[in-house]
């Protein structure tokens, strides 16, 4: 607390703080937090902290770093409309009163039905009637919890929906409600599952065999190559990729034969009547390669 009013001392107009609240019980940080609000008016403030509740309501723009790089910037507001899911609506459900209101074959019902006569079958039609892409999360033995989107709100199916359930409460038995926007947390743990998927994504091409490899062209330091062998390597590098993407088993197409014999000679498949070879084979095979290259090498020294 006394560090932070140290930082404003003075009529400081940049106050870098770094995590301030950290460390300290429930009531200094509201203390921390109203200090901040009530001095920040004409001063630029960087804020670091590991708090989403608290870059929520101090943050006027808001900067999520993953993995030590940044994902992306900007107002709370347009953070969880880009990355949130919509709003969540929980409905609390109405519970028996006595035995005499339990159902004869209880067998054929759901855990939850057995504790409320509300039916979440019920609830899911009653909504899907002004909000057709709603989405059920949660069904426990007390509540409800949908997801809404956001795009509703523009079409106004909130203010009929909310209408609608106020009327249709007790026939629907169930209590109360409430609504909730996307929490700042959620879009942290979003963007951050976000960057762990590209990253395991990245870390299996660069393990696969070959694949950092494939389009690449090796040229020694001691070959100097004319515009003619430029030319020659870049019609050689076209015809390969077509022939990547063409069927492993098979033979070059007639078009592009021709480049690629005159560089590398006549096309041998590696694989023979669509049967994959041994250990074996396939290193005699590279040997017997790596002999004529080096051969072809020579002549063209």
Known sequence: MLSVAIAFVGGSRAVILDEPTAGVDPYARRAIWDLI?????????LLSTHHMDEADLLGDRIAIISHGKLKCCGTPLFLKSSY?????????KK???GQGSQPKHPSSLSPSS???????AQVTQFIQQF???CLLVSDSNTELSYILPSESVKKGCFERLFQALEQSLASLALTSFGVMDTTLEEVFLKVSEEDQSLENSDADIKSSPGGSSLGKLSVSSGTQMGPH????CSRLSQSQASLRSSSSVGSV???EGGLYADFYGDYCPLFENGQEPDSASLRGRAGCCLTVKRG???GRK
């Open 37 to 45: 609000l009530k001095y920040k008016q004409g001063r630029t403030i």
């Open 84 to 92: 949130g899911d919509g709003y969540k609506l929980t409905l609390v």
């Open 95 to 97: 519970q028996s009163q």
């Open 114 to 120: 057995l504790l409320s006569p509300c039916s979440e």
């Open 131 to 133: 909000v057709v892409s």
């Open 229 to 232: 062998n430029l030319v020659q």
């Open 253 to 255: 197409r007639e078009d």
């Open 296 to 298: 072809r090498h020579g």
